[in-house]
């Protein structure tokens, strides 16, 4: 009974955190952004990529930089948080340090802005 019960549980967090990130489209993100006023866009590229465009409502938090975490420790761990960077290689890495700090609800935008554009989203420049 015992050892049912542990697999139980053991099934049950696994769950939990493989829906800490969710890989999400363009439009579900578009969707959060020009709907959800709780939210937290987290573009992690450079400053300089983020000049040239970026998507409304969003925070440059770099992934790259050495106070990439002192900087998303002061974001809300309980409101849901989007990424997103180029492509989506730097967003996953954000994504995995934000799950790892526990943050609950992490969003990573697949294919990052580049799917965005290709989807014929606005950014602002």
């Known amino acids: 009974m ?19 990130i969710e890989m999400v ?41 050495p106070d990439f975490k002192q900087k998303v420790a002061s974001l809300d761990k309980e409101k849901p948080v989007y990424v997103y960077c180029k492509k989506g290689g730097r967003s996953a890495k954000a994504a995995s340090i934000l799950k790892d700090m526990g943050f609950t609800k992490v969003y990573d ?8 554009q290709e989807e014929g989203l606005e950014t602002i420049n």
């Not at 015992?2 to 800490?20: I, P, T, Y």
């Open 109 to 116: 935008l697949q294919g990052g802005i580049t799917s965005w």
């Open 2 to 20: 015992a050892l049912m019960a542990s697999f139980v549980l053991l099934g049950s967090c696994k769950q939990a955190n493989d829906k800490e």
């Open 25 to 65: 489209s363009a439009v579900k993100v578009y969707e959060a952004v020009y709907g959800e006023e709780n939210l937290q866009l987290i573009d992690v590229r450079t400053e300089e990529e983020f000049a040239v465009n970026h998507l409304k409502n969003a925070q440059n938090i770099c992934v790259t930089s």
